[in-house]
């Protein structure tokens, strides 16, 4: 039981360059978030999606997009990055959609733009 | 919309000593409130929630948080702590389906 796995856990890459960031989770929920981790900023959604083919935007999506084509994936990609976008990146999953469901989250992508 | 600040970024405690993170949040009706746990190069981990009911709620490791709605606090606690409890703690309250964080507070164990 793989549960969320996200790829590549390390990424450099050069500004203005586009960049993919995957996450696959075995269990069919139907939400999936992704966030940003900054320090002194916590964890701000990125983008979120209830389905597939439903996306919407979260706290912070500048810079970037999704898709959820099938349910068990959740690709993230930034279009033209930038140094501001060197962050830690984590999926998270919802087993039960509802107030007070449990967030299940991968373990990462370190993302360094240069 | 809702928010939740964690005010201390770093605790730092002795091993088998008592610890409290503190946690508020801004919301005045009905909230879910979640303490998450990070550790090194990890992704988050539930420690606990309060949904309804008791007031305090007890999770994993021996932590445990009480809900106060007048303070509108959630405040975590344990009452010994070992050198593996260093790690990154996150507090979040529900907002529908989404989570909105702290900014974490990182305890820092000490020998």
């Known amino acids: 039981d793989a549960g969320i796995t996200q790829s590549p856990r390390y990424k450099i890459t050069e500004t203005g360059r586009q960049v993919t960031l995957m996450c696959h989770q075995t269990w069919s929920h139907s939400y999936m978030f992704w966030y940003r981790q900054d320090l002194g900023h916590g964890l701000r959604l990125i983008y979120y999606s209830a389905a597939a083919d439903i996306t919407d935007k979260g706290e912070v999506p500048d810079g970037y997009v999704v898709s959820r084509s099938k349910t068990e994936n959740f690709p993230l990609t930034l279009e033209s990055a930038t140094r501001s976008q060197t962050s830690v990146y984590f999926c998270a999953s919802i087993h039960a959609p509802g107030q007070g469901a449990e967030q299940y989250f991968g373990p990462g992508t370190r993302l360094t733009v240069t | 919309a809702q928010s939740v600040t964690q005010l201390d970024s770093q605790v730092p405690v002795f091993e088998e000593a008592p610890v409290e993170l503190r946690c508020n949040y801004s919301?005045?009706?009905?909230?879910?409130l979640f303490w998450y746990v990070q550790y090194p190069n990890q992704g988050l981990q539930l420690l606990l929630k309060?949904?309804?009911?008791?007031?305090l709620v007890k999770g994993i490791n021996g932590f445990e948080a009480e809900f106060n709605k007048s303070q509108t606090s959630f405040h975590l606690r344990k009452p010994s702590v070992h050198i593996s409890d260093t790690a990154e703690y996150f507090c979040?309250?529900?907002?529908?389906?989404?989570?909105?964080f702290g900014t974490g507070t990182l305890l820092a164990v000490q020998p």
């Open positions: 309060y949904l309804s009911g008791s007031t």
């Open positions: 979040a309250v529900s907002e529908g389906n989404k989570l909105i």
């Open positions: 919301s005045s009706v009905s909230v879910y």
